[in-house]
Structure formats: C-alpha cells, structure tokens
C-alpha cells in the first residue's frame, strides 16, 4: 500500500511506552450477541482500564516524549475521552494538563477529566469549537497543543490495538470513526500485517462529515452535528487523516440513531457491557446490513464507557 | 506455610493449558470507586471472556487433563458459573457435558449453559442438592464427576488469578467465598508468593457454611441458605478445601445483603460493570468496614457478571 503517515516499527516501539494497563485488552467471541446479530463477533474491550476508553494508549504515547524533555505543559481539545486520557497520563509524568470540551458533553466525561486534576475549561459550543478555544490557548501560553488524530501519536497508540488482533482469525474490523485516530491507526496495522481483513469505519449519520469526505477523497464538512455519539461528533475532518483513511479503509458507513442506541442495548443484553454510544457503531452496522456480515466473523472494537448512567438507563429499557 | 493441596509449580503449568482468551484478565485502579470506598481499589476483571467468570480457568485445566485420554463424558452440579465454563470448554475438546443446577438458578446462567450446549438436568433444590443428584449421575453412567472445589485442577486453575496479581504492589485481597476453589486458589499462590498480602475471604451472612467452618476450624454446615449471592450459596463445605483455606486465608468476612446489593449498585455506577452479586461481595466488606481499609490499597476480584438484568436494574435503581 501506499504509505500513511505511520509506521508499523514505530506502532510496535509505542507498545514499550504505553503504561501495561492499557495494553492486551480483552478479546474474546461473544456467543449471545452472534446469536442477536447472524454473524461471528469478537469484542475487543477497551473500556476494562483507568480511563475507560482507547484514548489511554495514544497519550502514553504523547506524554512519554514529552516527559523526555519537551514542554511540561499540555492543552488538548476533547469530546472527553481524549481528556480523561490526557489527564491520566499527564499527572503521571507530572505535566501541566488543560482540557477543553464542550459543556454539552456527557456530565460523566467532565467530571473526571475534573477529578483527574485537570484544568477543564468549556466552551458554549461543539467539539470544533473547542478545537479552536485550545488552540488559542496553546498560542497564547506557549504550551505543547495534543491534536487528536493530527498528533500522529495518537494515531499510532490507537494502532496498538490492531497488533493485538492481527493473530486472530477474523474477516472484518468495525471501527468507529470520528476524528479518524483510531480508523487510521487499527486500519495502518491491519492492512499492513493482515490485508485481507476488511476495514470498515462506522460513523453516524448525524455527524458524517469524515464519512463523506473519504467517499468523496477530499474533505467535505457539515454545519453541525446531531447524534447521541458525542466521542465521534466532529464536523470538520483533518485533510492529512483523511488522506491516510483513504489508504487503509476498504468502507466508511453512515448509521442511524436508532440503530446506534439498539447497539448499546444489545451490548448491554446479550454482552453485559456498558458502553458509550460510539462504541456500538459497530454493532449498529451489523444492525443495518445482516446480509453482509452473515457467515462472517467481525471484530467491533468497543472504545469507550463513558456514558451518563441516566441517558444509559433509557436507552436499555427504551 | 504448611502444604496445600495445590501446587505452585502445577499452577505455572496450568498456565499453558488454558485458552489465552481467560487469562491475563485487566487488573486496574478504579480512581471513582476509591472515592466512593475510601481505599485504595483495584479491580481484577473476570467477567471480560466467553463465558462471562473466572471458572473457565478451572475448566480449562479439567478438560484439557481428560482430552489427554481420559473419560469422554463428564457431569457436575453447577450454581450456574462453572456449568457453562465446562460446556464451554468440553464444547471445545469434543467432550460430552452434564450440568446440574438448582431450577431456581438465574435465567441467564441456565439459558448460556443450554446455549452452549450441554445436556441441563434441573433439580428441584439447590446447589447442595445439585451436587447429589450429579453424583449420583456420575455412578449410574460411570462418567467423570467436575467438583468443584474439591477437583484441584478447579483450585489451579483459579490460582493462575493470583499469579497475574503478585507482581502488583497492593495490601490485601477480596476473594468471593462459595465452595472455596477461587479462595483456597488464589489464597494458596498469595501466601506462597507474597505472604505479607492479606487474603480475605467474603461470604454472605446468608451462606455462613464455609465460614463459620474456618473460624472453628472444622465443617460446619447450615440447613439452608438465604441471599442474592446465588453463586457463593453453599450449605456444605468440603473437609479438604476447608483444611486449605485454613492455611491460605488471613481472615473470612461476612457481609449483609444490603451491603452486596450497595455493591453491585457501586460497581455500576463508577465502574461501569455489570456483576453478579458474588462478584460485589469484595466491594460490600469495604462497605461494611472502612475504617479496616481506610488508605490501604486492596485488590477485589470481581469474579463474574451472569446476572438477570431485571434483578440488576432492581438493585441499581433501588
């Protein structure tokens, strides 16, 4: 293939860098859910760790270079994943650490990026507004900027999880795709060391903006978002992610709400896990194309737990 | 320490039989639970795997022993955990499995062990009556009776557990305490590897069989047993695994049921884990005593999450 702007010798180094408890997450077929979806599934579980979501492997990765020397303070914009997982990383290696995030996040994803001793600082807007607010900031104090997805780090921390799969025997890889870190990451390892295996990004119908611009090879953006997928609710894709999504994704799919909430329902039913709506995008790809999974066996990567316990509650017994 | 049953060396070994999908299981600092318990609290995450607890481990290390030659066919009683651990790994190594239960089982136990598929016979008792009724199968038909608990490959192979904890730094460790394989298991590698750590077994106040036996230090039995802990709930306790868990335990704790249900209420709300009310007895002996815990750093494995979700969304919206 032609080449991303990652690198599998690095994806490998990053493994030695990354704290062990965000490594070798769980892998395992879920029987109850094949027996729901018509299809082989394996759950790789990323939410078993201090942070509760992927984001942990790829500010190991940030925070370890800088701990080497580099600027102590850090400023990140985040849908509060990215944040939580900043935070965690960053007060281990006694760096300065402000997250910015909308205050329309999920109350659970602020109070612990909060509880993690970081600055949170809320903009009255979306995720890309927050993008801007932090950016500001970095301008203005001098300090080292974390772009999720742009920071080739967090790309290839996110990849780690791919050399954890790339042993298995499985057809597909359900990704979901927000600001493309993890799809770019998973996908370089994937289609580098198993080509044959599918890589398809999920993302939702009400935030597709990277969605649309990977079948149009050039970005396109939105005017605004609207999914209960808050981790993936980005309206204005990075042109270098997005040239490197278009290296190791085989499909970008668009699903509905509906079905993104029957996903989070089934993983809790039928696997006991509770996720954030992000991470059932896959699942609500099964969802809204049975036949293309039927006989298969898929991979979902389950990313993140973060989720308001109430809004949980009433989408499980919806 | 005086000789177990087990041996450290076989555990090692056991390591090598088991299907990699059951071990290593996430071992994690759950910052919001410390806040919520005042300790220190680490989570040992067993319910990550195909079948949904930690009896995998054991069965494993059964079946793998009977593939090498031995009888075809096998039979035990179950409270519902380690049935489907066998039918899941006697599915795997073309072995035919009997699994008696109480019909009074959850739902979801009985449904899983159906599903995977293993002959169910149901008996209109519990778990002790279970063990009877297998027994008595085992003579008539002259197939190999699981024990578990008195097995030892069902105490080795839940020690492969304490083998992934010795190399953490903690003070103490919370084991679920049923017919005693997970206890005298982990209690037994805890003591051989790193004895300064307290191994605390924890019972329900409504199935006091085991632990009343350790404190005086012979059997004793109990007419009936009385809590939602449905996988701990034995009224018998085995001479041998009473005379290991003498040597292994440091103490036998007993919890109210109020205390297990604010457990698994706990475990969901700032864990994010779905449990089986066994699984949050660690969590309710914290509850119960906080000053014994208070700044100390304690290990609780969290052992399974087959649990009906009706009962659980009782016991989390209570």
Redesign the interface.
């Known amino acids: 293939m032609q080449e991303t702007r990652l690198d599998t010798a690095r994806i490998r180094a990053a493994r030695r860098v990354i704290d062990p408890?965000f490594l070798?997450?769980?892998?395992?077929?879920?029987?109850?859910l094949e027996?729901a979806l018509g299809c082989g599934v394996s759950?790789k579980?990323e939410?078993?760790?201090?942070v509760?979501s992927f984001k942990g492997r790829g500010t190991e990765v940030v925070t370890s270079l800088l701990a080497d020397g580099g600027p102590r303070a850090v400023v990140c914009a985040s849908a509060g994943n990215l944040g939580q997982a900043l935070a965690w990383s960053g007060r281990g290696r006694g760096l300065d650490v402000t997250v910015v995030a909308s205050r329309f996040a999920p109350a659970a994803k602020l109070d612990?990026i909060r509880?993690?001793d970081a600055r949170l600082e809320l903009v009255d807007g979306d995720f890309d507004m927050a993008r801007e607010r932090a950016a500001a900031i970095a301008r203005r104090d001098g300090v080292r900027l974390v772009e999720d997805s742009l920071d080739v780090e967090t790309c290839e921390g996110a990849a780690t999880i791919g050399l954890e799969l790339v042993d298995a025997s499985f057809d597909a890889v359900l990704i979901a795709l927000g600001g493309g870190a993890m799809a770019t990451g998973v996908g370089h390892v994937v289609k580098a060391l198993v080509p044959g295996v599918e890589v398809i990004c999920v993302q939702p119908l009400g935030a597709p903006a990277m969605t649309r611009s990977w079948r149009r090879r050039r970005v396109v953006t939105t005017a605004s978002t609207d999914t209960v997928a808050d981790g993936v609710a980005g309206r204005r894709p990075i042109p270098a992610v997005l040239d490197d999504l278009l290296l190791v994704a085989d499909d970008a799919v668009l699903v509905r709400e509906a079905s993104i909430i029957a996903g989070v329902r089934l993983l809790?039913?039928h696997a006991?896990?509770?996720v954030e709506p992000s991470a059932a995008l896959g699942v609500a790809a099964i969802l809204e194309d049975r036949e293309r999974f039927a006989g298969r066996h898929v991979v979902t990567i389950v990313c993140g737990?973060?989720?308001d316990?109430d809004a949980h509650?009433g989408w499980v017994?919806g």
């Open positions: 408890v070798d997450s769980p892998l395992y077929r879920c029987e109850a027996a759950i579980l939410t078993a760790n201090p509760r612990r509880a993690l809790f039913e006991g896990l509770v737990g973060n989720v316990l509650r017994t």
